[in-house]
């Protein structure tokens, strides 16, 4: 993998590491709650089911799958499964929220929803961009 992929991996992670930290940040406020409960587990989990779905969601939109949506559901489905598993595993750990599946599924689904989107408008401007360069060749 090129070095221009790894720095495109890693600023894509940070950014929304850095945008939902800061919206979980607020939202407690919000809601009057001043530390988090969940404490530095919290962080260290939203961090690696996030590299999950990044890293997964990456690798993958450049296989040579056609249609796009089928590449996005060959990433979607196994870093869905490793993120259960993930929450499963953290089960051990502490106890788990009643709802936790449902809140990692509806959290994780929304970003890679997100992902593509932005990802799919992307390879739509690539590619009428490079239809229009081609007819000026």
């Not at 106890?95 to 599946?101: K, N, P």
């Amino acid at each position: 993998m090129s070095k221009k992929k790894w720095i495109s991996i890693v600023s894509i992670y940070s950014i929304i590491y850095t945008v939902t930290t800061l919206l979980n940040s607020i939202l407690y406020l919000s809601n009057g709650i001043y530390e988090d409960p969940s404490g530095n587990w919290h962080e260290l989990d939203r961090a690696m089911i996030l590299l999950i779905g990044i890293v997964a969601f990456q690798l993958c939109t450049d296989l040579p799958v056609k249609p796009l949506i089928f590449r996005y559901i060959i990433a979607y489905v196994p870093s869905q499964l490793l993120a259960f598993i993930y929450v499963w595993f953290s089960g051990l750990r502490e106890e788990l929220a009643e709802t936790a599946y449902r809140d990692i599924w509806i959290n994780f689904t929304s970003l890679f929803i997100i992902l593509c989107i932005v990802n799919t408008m992307i390879s739509i401007y690539k590619e009428k961009r490079n239809k229009t360069l081609q007819r000026y060749i």
